[in-house]
Nanobody, 112 residues
Framework: EVLLVESGGGLVQPGGSLRLSCAASGLTVTNSVMTWARQAPGKGLECVSAIYSDGRTYYADSMKGRLTISRDNAKNTVYLQINSLKPEDTAVYYC??????WGQGTQVTVSS
């Protein structure tokens, strides 16, 4: 069974940081383009970052400069470090493999 399990979300104050994790089983994260996307309340799904098999990375302009995507091949896990969080970053963050397999999401709430 192929599974992606996100974790690391929570309530954080504006200006804070979070590291989201996406643990994969049944697939190898280095063999797929791994994507982080988010869905804010009442809005559509937005791809915010991706890491390709060859290590190239992508960041959405809306969050560029505040994100770092990385992977740990030994743990078969992909991470998303988000810095300088803003209230408008409040969303459910999802991990995907090849935009085909999706995790259940992790809630990020930015509020004072």
């Amino acid at each position: 069974e192929v599974l992606l399990v996100e974790s690391g979300g929570g309530l954080v104050q504006p200006g804070g940081s979070l590291r989201l994790s996406c643990a994969a089983s049944g697939l190898t994260v280095t063999n797929s383009v791994m994507t982080w996307a988010r869905q804010a309340p009442g809005k559509g799904l937005e791809c915010v970052s991706a890491i390709y098999s060859d290590g190239r990375t992508y960041y959405a302009d809306s969050m560029k400069g505040r994100l770092t995507i990385s992977r740990d091949n030994a743990k078969n896990t992909v991470y998303l470090q988000i810095n300088s969080l803003k209230p408008e970053d409040t969303a459910v963050y999802y991990c995907s493999a090849a935009l085909d397999i999706w995790g259940q999401g992790t809630q990020v709430t930015v509020s004072s």
